[in-house]
């Protein structure tokens, strides 16, 4: 009688747990019809390496690795001292290239002068010829005063086309004609303006300021140091500019569209779950882009599955006490429900676009989200799983 209660009562807890066993085992399955997950996926981002435009002595650092900045922050100085020097040259050469534009000016005026003044010779020496041409008509005076005011008339005019030649040549070597609001606007001023701001912008690079708003990373100078244009000092990593790159499986990619949801569990923060959507995604697999690529014509051929890099963006900046960084791993599921996105085209790339051109794409406040009257793909058809916005929640909690 015991051993029958015994046998029941067995019976009984192997039913409760074989039911216990196929609920998880349904939602499984259930999961693995409507969803592609992979956890070759690390969180990716911009990194700005920031260097020098100019070389110089470091004099002062403002930041160490690891501190937050604000965009516009006071990274490190150079010394200023040999651009302030080029800066008091290049303002003495505008200068000099004013008093230059003045003494122009003043050779003008004199060649004016002197056009004039010639010309009243010239007006003199002609009243001399005719009044000699006349009265030797007369008989009056003799052929030699005659000749000496032909003679007269002629230097004249001579001196009078020497006069606008000069007067010519002051021109030209001042430029063109200008009002007296604009007296210095000539080349060799421009040339010596354009000198002069050239010196200043060297002067302003002495001061290395944050292309944007994140923490200090890797950083290798110090003071004392001499830096050279183009070296790398320190790196900066945008916090709100992560994302997810989610190596799948070429098998998995069947269904994958362009905007579907996704939620991403990341190793460092176990059971919280990060929402975000598909941006993009390759053109190429991880290996056709490798320093070395395969060689498959070689002979020795062996098929291996691809993967294919996956672009995910955050739908929301990351809360202040799970921060997301660079490199860290993380597992992404995608939920093929909506079939009907791009394969090829970038949300974020939409968002930069406008009336045919591509606005800077580096200044994004906002998630860009997927847009809810997408147009449906020819042949692609929307599927029928089942609805499940929290399926990776349900699943850490099981």
């Known amino acids: 009688?015991?051993?029958?209660?015994?046998?029941?009562?067995?019976w009984v807890v192997l039913i409760i747990a074989v039911a216990a066993a196929a609920l998880p085992g349904y939602h499984y399955f259930r999961y693995l019809g409507s969803h592609v997950s992979t956890d070759d996926a690390y969180v990716d981002g911009t990194v700005a390496l920031v260097s020098s435009r100019v070389a110089g002595t470091?004099?002062?650092?403002?930041?160490?690795?690891?501190?937050?900045?604000?965009?516009?922050?006071?990274?490190?100085?150079?010394?200023?001292r040999d651009f302030q020097v080029r800066v008091d040259?290049?303002?003495?050469?505008?200068d000099r290239a004013k008093q230059s534009v003045e003494e122009l000016l003043a050779q003008v005026?004199?060649?004016?002068?002197?056009?004039?003044?010639a010309g009243s010779?010239?007006?003199?020496?002609?009243?001399?010829?005719?009044?000699?041409?006349?009265?030797?008509?007369?008989?009056?005076?003799?052929?030699?005063?005659?000749?000496?005011?032909?003679?007269?008339?002629?230097?004249?005019g001579a001196d009078e086309a020497l006069a606008q030649h000069q007067l010519a040549q002051a021109r030209a070597a001042l430029g063109s004609e200008r009002n007296d609001h604009s007296r210095y606007d000539?080349?060799?001023?421009?040339?010596?303006?354009?000198?002069l701001e050239a010196a200043k912008l060297d002067l302003a690079y002495t001061k290395v300021t944050a292309p944007f708003a994140g923490i200090v990373t890797h950083k290798s100078v110090h003071v004392g140091h001499r830096v050279q244009v183009g070296e790398p000092l320190l790196a900066i990593v945008p916090l709100g500019k992560l994302y997810i790159t989610a190596n799948f499986k070429e098998t998995q990619l069947t269904d994958v569209r362009v905007g579907q949801p996704a939620e991403i569990v990341a190793d460092i923060y176990p059971g919280y779950v990060y929402r975000g959507h598909v941006d993009s995604i390759s053109m190429g697999t991880g290996a056709a882009f490798s320093l070395l690529p395969p060689e498959?014509?070689?002979?020795?051929?062996?098929?291996?599955?691809?993967?294919?890099?996956?672009?995910?963006?955050?739908?929301?900046q990351p809360p202040p006490d799970k921060p997301l960084r660079l490199g860290l791993s993380v597992e992404v599921a995608i939920d093929l429900g909506d079939r009907r996105g791009s394969l090829i085209s970038s949300i974020v790339q939409r968002k930069f676009q406008k009336n045919g051109e591509t606005l800077p794409n580096e200044t994004l406040k906002t998630v860009p989200m997927p847009e809810t009257n997408s147009q449906d793909v020819p042949g692609a058809q929307p599927s029928g799983a089942?609805?499940?916005?929290?399926?990776?929640?349900?699943?850490?909690?099981?």
């Open 121 to 156: 010779q010239f007006k003199q020496a002609r009243i001399d010829f005719d009044r000699a041409k006349s009265l030797k008509d007369q008989g009056v005076v003799s052929s030699a005063q005659y000749d000496q005011a032909n003679t007269g008339l002629r230097i004249a």
């Open 1 to 10: 009688m015991k051993s029958q209660i015994l046998r029941r009562a067995l």
């Open 386 to 398: 089942p609805d499940d916005q929290h399926f990776m929640h349900r699943l850490l909690r099981r």
């Open 109 to 117: 005026q004199a060649a004016e002068a002197g056009v004039s003044l």
């Open 89 to 94: 040259q290049a303002q003495a050469q505008l």
């Open 58 to 80: 470091v004099t002062n650092l403002y930041v160490q690795d690891n501190w937050t900045i604000k965009e516009g922050d006071l990274l490190l100085t150079l010394d200023p």
């Open 296 to 316: 498959n014509a070689t002979g020795n051929w062996v098929k291996v599955v691809q993967r294919v890099p996956v672009k995910v963006v955050l739908e929301s």
């Open 186 to 195: 000539r080349p060799i001023v421009r040339q010596a303006e354009a000198a």
